[in-house]
């Protein structure tokens, strides 16, 4: 298993190559423990990327030359190719793989793997959907995009509350309590907007709102609005749309805006019309819409930049994951809910219940008394995260010699994407309710996962 380490000062590695001082590399054992005995690097434990195709270690030094910066945003595995145009990965639970430049063709695809893209944007990993048992084509240009596995990994952040009084240059900091390491946020003040419009031009078919964002320093959110037209087509108003809309509620008003981290005297926009549109895009039929600076000293956007690795099975039961502190540095008010990535690797019983009848046993209605089913269907799924899947399994009841109870959990399909750890729902055939209902609960485990990477080009 190799090593991770961060170099304090630069040195030769592997073959001559230039570790650089600063930046992240995962080495052979020998190698790591040698720089660390010399003060040259300090070590932040095994790798969580694991080959399974041969790899020379410290071959090739990572530059990304239009990606991610390593201090922002660490990546598994920085700083080592596989030496193959046909790649068999192997990602522990937060392990991650970029992928070298060239036209790659992503195959067996495990159901916890993702292919990520950077957002310049952003400044953050996001996911690209991919299909399941089929392939998908891309090109990286050797920093935009990796294969990640981030199954039991720190995986979403909801329900956001603004606050106020914090500052932009010194936003508050959220530090997470869990994971192997720990995932890492950050958090953006002010740079929202709101939508005015000061004519409403004229417009048949829906028209689109597109936005110059190219003053913008990152990290950014572009704004999400559309449209609202009356019945002539005059456009009357704006509405904040998409999943970085975030509403703010005091007393009897509501405010609602989108985007964060903009400079609003650097941005503006346009109505696009639609190619049906039957009116001349000219004079006083184009809309004039204007963006107004909003959510000053409020929180308005949370990014994961580090998934970090796996949770763990982090307790029974339902409901956000919530070791977390926030130091709000001068602020207050903000608040947010942690969701992880988690996936149900196996069931165990708290408690059996009680049946009228055991499995196999015949049933006054006639036919045998089947398997309970076993529906792992009260956590949030969200396909940002993850393409999700519901864990379901089946189990046993018996007799004990006291009662007839369930003895035995079977997983049958494994979940992925549950935003909230899960609570197993248990249905039994309507002769065979419980007098006493069997309590299931969830385990949630770090493991490896699969795809295959071949270059196309």
């Given at each position: 298993m190799p090593t991770t380490v961060r170099m304090i000062t630069s040195a030769f590695g592997a073959n001559g190559t230039l570790l650089q001082a600063g930046?992240?590399?995962?080495?052979?054992?020998?190698?790591a423990d040698r720089l660390v005995s010399e003060n040259k690097a300090i070590r932040l434990g095994p790798s969580r990327f694991v080959p399974s195709v041969p790899v020379m270690w410290g071959n090739e030094e990572q530059?990304?030359?239009?990606?991610?910066?390593?201090?922002?945003?660490p990546v598994p595995g920085g700083g080592i190719r596989a030496a193959s145009d046909f790649n068999r990965l192997t990602l522990l639970s937060g392990g991650a793989y970029l992928v070298p430049a060239g036209a790659w063709s992503l195959q067996d695809i495990g159901p916890y793997i993702q292919l990520?893209?950077?957002?310049?944007?952003?400044l953050v990993w996001r996911n690209r959907q991919l299909q399941r048992g089929g392939t998908y084509q891309f090109t990286s240009n050797g920093a935009s995009h990796r294969v990640v596995n981030t199954g039991n990994c720190l995986g979403g952040v909801t329900a956001i509350v603004g606050g106020s009084g914090y500052s932009a240059s010194n936003p508050p900091t959220i530090t997470v309590g869990i994971g192997n390491p720990p995932g890492k946020l950050r958090c953006t003040v002010g740079g929202a907007?709101?939508?005015?419009?000061?004519?409403?031009?004229?417009?048949?078919?829906?028209?689109?709102?597109?936005?110059?964002?190219?003053?913008?320093?990152?990290p950014f959110r572009t704004p999400q609005f559309c449209v609202n037209r009356d019945e002539s087509g005059v456009i009357t108003?704006?509405?904040a749309t998409g999943n970085d809309q975030i509403t703010a509620q005091s007393g009897l008003w509501t405010e609602i805006w989108t985007g964060a981290g903009l400079d609003?005297?650097?941005?503006?926009?346009?109505?696009?019309?639609?190619?049906?549109?039957?009116?001349?895009?000219?004079?006083?039929?184009?809309?004039?819409?204007?963006?107004?600076?909003?959510?000053?000293?409020?929180?308005?956007?949370?990014?994961?930049?580090?998934?970090g690795g796996a949770v763990g099975n982090i307790?029974?039961?339902?409901?956000?994951f919530g070791n977390f502190t926030i130091n709000h540095n001068g602020g207050s008010g903000f608040t947010c809910a942690l969701a992880g990535n988690f996936f149900v690797s196996s069931m165990v019983i708290v408690s059996g219940g009680t049946f009228p009848y055991a499995t196999g046993d015949i049933v006054p209605t006639g036919g045998a008394y089947g398997y309970p089913q076993l529906i792992c269907s009260s956590g949030v799924l969200d396909a940002e995260i993850s393409t999700p899947h519901i864990a379901t399994g089946f189990g046993t009841v018996t007799n004990n010699g006291v009662k007839n109870t369930l003895t035995s959990v079977q997983l049958d399909v494994d979940g992925i994407c549950y935003q909230t750890r899960p609570v197993v729902n248990v249905l039994m055939p309507s002769a065979a309710q419980p007098s006493e209902t069997p309590v299931v609960f969830p385990i949630f485990a770090e493991g490896n996962d699969y795809a295959t990477l071949v270059r196309l080009a």
């Open positions: 930046q992240q590399y995962d080495l052979e054992d020998s190698l530059t990304a030359l239009a990606g991610p910066n390593d201090s922002l945003y990520q893209q950077w957002d310049a944007q952003r907007v709101t939508m005015l419009v000061d004519a409403g031009g004229l417009y048949s078919h829906q028209p689109t709102i597109e936005w110059d964002v190219s003053q913008q320093t990152p108003s704006c509405t609003v005297h650097k941005l503006s926009c346009r109505v696009v019309r639609h190619p049906d549109d039957i009116y001349p895009d000219t004079g006083s039929n184009v809309a004039q819409l204007r963006p107004v600076a909003a959510a000053a000293g409020k929180v308005t956007a949370v990014e994961i930049i580090d998934y307790g029974f039961g339902g409901g956000f």
